[in-house]
């Protein structure tokens, strides 16, 4: 159980393209997802929580306008990098809180989106 | 701000071998600490997580211990095996449920 899946494993794109990545629970109900980005040899840094239904909050120096996201469902969170550079491009992971789950940190993780903008 | 901290960043050991890893955090006011494995180009796997009120956890070969006074954790890992090399991230938890990675320590276990 508790399975998260992240859709497409593999984008590359030119650069100013828009590229959308799905992070899906596959069998449980998650209220917040997190999403996460991590540049080689970084640590993973999280760029925003989602809560389903309610806008995103972002971490400090990380553009709303930039980083879409949307958490329309209880088992779907989309992150849609607009006008991609090859600045962008990385390791996107996203995760999943399990809305069953008692503890704050059980987090679920993606198998991670790699992006590379050209 | 929270910063988290693990050396060696990366280490080979001969298969059989026992091994600690480190982690260090600036703030003792944490939550939890976990400690996940990460395959090349993967995801994140949990491997142990130490709530703030304890000292450590064991599942199998690993065990993982926590200081928050001294602002330290360590995995330790008994009989090391070709299929433990990964990189291994250590994460502290916050009372919102937000995590805090250090870079990892990249593990390469030689048959």
């Known amino acids: 159980g508790a399975v998260v899946s992240q859709h497409p494993s593999r984008v590359i794109c030119k650069s100013g393209t828009s590229v959308k990545i799905e992070c899906r629970s596959l069998?449980?109900?998650?209220?917040?997802m997190f999403w996460y980005r991590q540049f080689p040899k970084q640590s993973l840094m999280l760029m925003a929580t989602s809560n389903e239904g309610s806008k995103a909050t972002y971490e400090q120096g990380v553009e709303k306008d930039k980083f879409l996201i949307n958490h329309a469902s209880l088992t779907l969170s989309t992150l849609t990098v607009t006008s991609a550079h090859p600045e962008d491009s990385s390791f996107y992971i996203c995760?999943?809180?399990?809305?069953?789950?008692?503890?704050?940190?059980?987090?679920?993780f993606g198998p991670g989106t790699r992006l590379t903008v050209l | 701000k929270q910063e988290v901290t693990q050396i060696p960043a990366a280490l080979s050991v001969p298969e059989g071998e026992n091994l600690v890893l480190n982690c260090s955090f600036t703030?003792?006011?944490?939550?939890?600490l976990q400690w996940f494995r990460q395959d090349p180009g993967k995801g994140l796997t949990s491997l142990l997580l130490?709530?703030?009120?304890?000292r450590e956890q064991t599942s199998g070969r690993l065990n993982a211990s926590l200081d928050k006074s001294s602002g330290r954790s360590t995995l330790y890992i008994a009989a090391s095996q070709p299929g433990d090399s990964a990189t291994y991230l250590c994460?502290?938890?916050?009372?919102?449920?937000?995590?805090?990675f250090g870079k990892g320590t990249k593990l390469s276990v030689k048959p």
């Open positions: 995760s999943a809180r399990d809305a069953a789950s008692g503890s704050l940190n059980t987090q679920y």
């Open positions: 703030d003792s006011a944490i939550y939890n």
């Open positions: 130490i709530q703030s009120s304890q």
């Open positions: 994460a502290v938890g916050g009372s919102q449920g937000n995590l805090i």
């Open positions: 069998d449980f109900q998650a209220t917040t």
